[in-house]
């Protein structure tokens, strides 16, 4: 094995969405692709453990932390529609490869189940846990804080390990 072969990015996706989904998937993408955008409402940030993050994930970010989750990057995405400009497709976060995030990871795919998209990016060590479906951020930062909430409680009563 030569060092590029051995540091190459190895993605795996661990949830599963049935094809239909797939389907739709790439049917909203090509109609978001297509449609009029207008600024509604600005991208709202707050500081978070000193870096920028998105507003609407500070509380799932804080709650992940004391639950022992350790997470990379974050990403509301705001809907295309409020700021086509400052947005992103999906809203994600990224969790640094852990038991806890294990099993934070498998009881959001619990909870979540098609709104979930999850990939473990073997050589970098971080799930990348994400919005399935095109244009439900909001939909995804409020499924994800509650997920968060409720392992923060499960760990902390022993429910959860």
């Known amino acids: 094995m030569n060092l590029h072969e051995e540091y190459e990015e190895q993605e795996i996706l661990l949830s599963e969405q049935p094809a239909h989904l797939w389907r739709r998937r790439k049917q909203e993408l090509l109609h978001w692709t297509e449609r009029d955008k207008r600024t509604v409402l600005p991208k709202r940030t707050a500081v978070w453990n000193g870096i920028e993050v998105d507003a609407e994930l500070v509380r799932?970010?804080?709650?992940?932390?004391?639950?022992?989750v350790e997470t990379e990057f974050s990403c509301a995405g705001v809907s295309p529609l409020d700021e086509p400009v400052d947005h992103s497709l999906y809203a994600y976060?990224?969790?640094i490869q852990s038991r806890a995030a294990e099993q934070f990871v498998r009881y959001a795919l619990l909870r979540m189940r098609n709104r979930l998209l999850v990939t473990l990016e073997t050589g970098r060590g971080r799930y990348d846990l994400s919005s399935f479906f095109i244009g439900h951020n909001r939909s995804f930062c409020w499924w994800i804080e509650q997920c968060a909430s409720d392992f923060k409680s499960g760990t902390k009563q022993g429910n959860l390990t």
């Not at 799932?60 to 022992?68: D, I, K, N, P, Y």
Request: aromatic share 8%.
């Open 60 to 68: 799932t970010l804080f709650l992940l932390e004391e639950a022992g």
């Open 93 to 95: 976060v990224t969790l």
